[in-house]
Each structure stands twice: as structure tokens, then as C-alpha cells.
């Protein structure tokens, strides 16, 4: 089974600076997809950006992008300009691409707070 | 964008009570629903996979007969706790694909239900 591990339960960043949530997942599959999602107060889920594995090219969401590392089966989330717009829990996931069933595996998430 | 509706998005029922909570595609047609669970602080926890006109696939740990799931149109599944207990309080959201439609990855969530038992 998958699994996704985000090692940071709280971050913390200054108006206008950039932060970098890290996330790594275990898993014995060559083709999937990698997702941030945003969980705001509200608790709605927001899709933030999405990578697919085959791609060695790391996807980019205006002024969010992420450092994918296949190998090392890391998949890191680096937000610039913060905004405080921006505080929320931020969740990994990851989902196998043989299915379109196959639901996606969070990690615990991490608590972004922007401070002005 | 696509929409996903959940409904309610707060109840408060009495123990042993049922509750049925709705989750509704607006804009598309809904092949696959997920529902999950989320406690405070914590992550969304997968409670089972349904895809329309089939029984649901539930998780291991998740009482099916406790969490009845019905995904009766492409448009429609329903999450119902039956026989409600205090530990079921919990924060319960859906999501829903449409394999067809949008990029295969693509989830929509919805709002989310707060579900207090009292």
C-alpha cells in the first residue's frame, strides 16, 4: 500500500517571503499522480497543483510550484510571494494511475500560518 | 470548474438516530464517489469508494452496516449513519470524479458536513 508522509505538522512564513512544505511517499509503482491540496478554515478542499510521475518536468501554479525528485520519491511544495491569503493546512496526496477508481492517499498535512 | 454539493453541512442529532448526508454533482456526471472522514487536527481518512448502480467498497475498519452508501444516480450518493453514537462525531466529505470527462486525476470535493451526536 501507499503511503505519504508530510514530516512538517506546522510552518510558518512572513507576508511576501516563500516557504517549501515537504512531502515523501512510499510506493512500488512507476506511473501515478502527485497532488498539494489547501484545506482552509473553511474546510473546503482546494486543488493547489497536481504532478504526474511520467513527467520529469516539475509543474508550476502561478506562484506555486514543486520540486519533484522521483528517485527519491519526494515531492515538495514551494510557495512564493505568501500571501495571507495562504494560511491553511496544506495535504499531500498521491493517487495510482492503473485505476480510475483509486482514491487518493493523504498525508497528515501541515499547518501553514502567514504572518503579517 | 466542476461543482460538488454536500448537504448539510451541519447536523446535530440525537444518539441512535439515523442521519443521511447528501453529496450531489452539479455539473457532471459523478462515475466514482469517494467518501471520507476527517477528525479535528487530523487527515482525511478514506471510508469507502462507490461507483454508480454498484455496491460501494468500504474500507477495512468501516462498519458498511453502520455507513449504508448510495450512489442510485451519476448525479447522487448518500452517505446514511445509522444508529448514530457520540465517537461518530466527525467531519464527513465526499468527492467525485468523472473518469470521462475531465483529466483523469481530476477530484471535486464537497463542502463537508460537520455531524454532531449528542
Known amino acids: 500500500a501507499q503511503t505519504v508522509t508530510q514530516s512538517q505538522p506546522e510552518m510558518s512564513v512572513q507576508e511576501a517571503e516563500t516557504v517549501t512544505l515537504s512531502c515523501t511517499y512510499d510506493t512500488s509503482e512507476s506511473d501515478y499522480y502527485l497532488f498539494w491540496y489547501k484545506q482552509p478554515p473553511s474546510r473546503q478542499m482546494i486543488l493547489v497543483i497536481r504532478?504526474?510521475?511520467?513527467?520529469?518536468q516539475n509543474a508550476t501554479e502561478n506562484r506555486f510550484s514543486v520540486n519533484f525528485q522521483k528517485a527519491a520519491k519526494s515531492f515538495s511544495l514551494k510557495i512564493s510571494d505568501s500571501q495571507l491569503g495562504d494560511a491553511a493546512m496544506y495535504f499531500c496526496?498521491?493517487?495510482?494511475?492503473?485505476?480510475?477508481?483509486?482514491?487518493?492517499?493523504f498525508g497528515k498535512g501541515t499547518r501553514l500560518s502567514v504572518i503579517a | 470548474g466542476a461543482v460538488v454539493s454536500q448537504h448539510p453541512s451541519r447536523v446535530i442529532c440525537k444518539s441512535g438516530t439515523s442521519v443521511k448526508i447528501e453529496c450531489r454533482s452539479l455539473d457532471f456526471q459523478a462515475t466514482t464517489m469517494f467518501w471520507y472522514r476527517q477528525f479535528p487536527k487530523q487527515s482525511l481518512m478514506l471510508m469507502a469508494t462507490?461507483?454508480?448502480?454498484?455496491?460501494?467498497?468500504?474500507e477495512q475498519g468501516v462498519e458498511k452496516d453502520k455507513f449504508l452508501i448510495n450512489h442510485a444516480s451519476l448525479t447522487l450518493s448518500t452517505l446514511t449513519v445509522t444508529s448514530a453514537h457520540p465517537e461518530d462525531s466527525s467531519f464527513y466529505i465526499c468527492s467525485a470524479r468523472d473518469k470521462d470527462r475531465f483529466f483523469p486525476t481530476e477530484a471535486f470535493f464537497g463542502q463537508g458536513t460537520r455531524l454532531t451526536v449528542v
Open positions: 462507490s461507483n454508480e448502480g454498484s455496491k460501494a467498497t468500504y
Open positions: 496526496a498521491y493517487r495510482s494511475r492503473h485505476s480510475g477508481n483509486t482514491p487518493l492517499v
Open positions: 504532478q504526474e510521475a511520467y513527467k520529469q
